[in-house]
């Protein structure tokens, strides 16, 4: 029974160049969560995903930055132009629903984007 | 917005002492998580609460669920060299996103 799924674990980019994250729920998990952390930090709600709907992107810059969740595939979590501040860990998060004891999010390992 | 205060910041123990931390909020959530971070790894999910007063044990980990839903503590009984990591709460109302603490550090002495 597969965990959340993230790829790649590291990801160095040059100023400029663009970062796209992957991410694979849980099997039977339909809600996808995208985190951020910076060093020394906790994590930072980005946005909530269903299956080819954005519920709650109130977490994600205005610009540079787009999410998905299509009907088939990963999750991919897009980053245009970036820029040395975008470098943290990028976390993923999925849950069968978000009512009940079912809203409990299981995360992957995480993606570390490091922009030189 | 919405926040969570956890405390302590960073604990540093003898092994076989027991540890204690919480977090608090002035606002009101559904649930609460405890999750441990490992250095270069994702966050992985100890206890998960969802009523209010609500105590779970998992092993030598325990966590209660405030009766005023604003507060959670995590209390980990005879600590081992492997306790070592970041420990997390997080805690949502009915958006489905989590807002997560600052985290506590706990380093164990062997």
């Known amino acids: 029974n597969a965990g959340v799924m993230q790829n790649p674990r590291h990801l160095v980019r040059r100023r400029g160049q663009e970062a796209r994250l992957r991410c694979s729920p849980m099997k039977g998990h339909s809600h996808v969560y995208w985190y951020r952390q910076l060093p020394e930090e906790g994590l930072k709600f980005m946005v909530y995903?269903?299956?080819?709907?954005?519920?709650?992107e109130s977490g994600m810059p205005k610009e540079r930055f787009s999410a998905e969740f299509p009907k088939e595939g990963p999750s991919i979590l897009r980053i245009q132009q970036v820029v040395r501040g975008d470098s943290a860990a990028y976390f993923c998060a999925s849950s069968p629903r978000t009512s009940g004891s079912m809203e409990t999010q299981y995360f992957g390992p995480g993606t570390r984007l490091l922009v030189l | 917005g919405q926040q969570l205060n956890q405390s302590p910041q960073s604990m540093f123990i003898q092994e076989g002492e027991d540890v204690s931390m919480n977090c608090t909020s002035s606002?009101?959530?559904?649930?609460w998580l405890w999750y441990k971070q490992e250095p270069g790894e994702g966050p992985v999910l100890l206890i998960a609460?969802?009523?209010?007063?609500e105590l779970t044990s998992n092993g030598r980990l325990t966590a209660q669920f405030g009766i005023t839903r604003k507060d959670s503590f995590l209390n980990i009984s005879a600590s081992i060299p492997s306790d070592v990591g970041i420990y997390f709460c997080?805690?949502?109302?009915?958006?489905?996103?989590?807002?997560f603490g600052q985290g506590t550090t706990l380093q164990v002495k062997p």
């Open positions: 609460l969802y009523k209010a007063g």
């Open positions: 606002s009101i959530f559904n649930t």
């Open positions: 997080g805690s949502s109302g009915n958006t489905g996103k989590l807002i």
């Open positions: 995903l269903q299956k080819e709907n954005i519920i709650d």
